[in-house]
């Protein structure tokens, strides 16, 4: 796992990792309906470069860019409930894409999550397919930056 913080104008260099891991896993776990149950260690362990809002050394928010070769794949964009609706996702994933090293990013979505598939239109991302799954659908959404 690799953390950068994008809150403007602030220098931490004292990030506790273990405790920004446990509230990204927190985060995921509550709000975004995954199949995987994350933990410390599996955010610890992942090949993501988080970004995340922070507060107060509160997480607020955060967002992974996992390499996969000739593109990034945009994961784990979630907000914590109490703060949605602030333009806190929007800033991630606006982010997200502008430090994305690849021309070519995707991401994939419940189709059920119409507040993020709204928040991936909003900054360019087209819809490529749909992908059937066991009890729920993905929506596999592109961009190709200029």
Do not use: P
């Not at 709000?31 to 610890?44: A, E, F, V």
């Not at 922070?54 to 996992?66: A, D, E, K, P, T």
């Amino acid at each position: 796992m690799y953390i950068e913080c994008i809150n403007y104008g602030i220098v931490n260099t004292t990030i506790n990792y273990i405790d920004v891991a446990r509230q990204i896993a927190y985060i995921l776990n509550t709000n975004n309906n995954l199949k995987k149950i994350h933990s410390i260690n599996t955010i610890l362990n992942s090949n993501n470069l988080y970004l995340i809002e922070l507060f107060n050394w509160q997480v607020l928010g955060c967002v992974g860019i996992l390499d996969i070769g000739y593109k990034n794949k945009i994961v784990h964009l979630s907000v914590l409930n109490t703060v949605q609706k602030c333009g806190i996702g929007y800033k991630l994933l606006k982010t997200a894409i502008n430090i994305s090293n690849k021309n070519e990013i995707y991401m994939q979505i419940r189709d059920d999550n119409v507040r993020s598939i709204n928040l991936a239109y909003m900054n360019g991302f087209e819809s490529t397919s749909f992908i059937e799954k066991r009890g729920y659908s993905l929506l596999n959404l592109s961009l190709t930056k200029v």
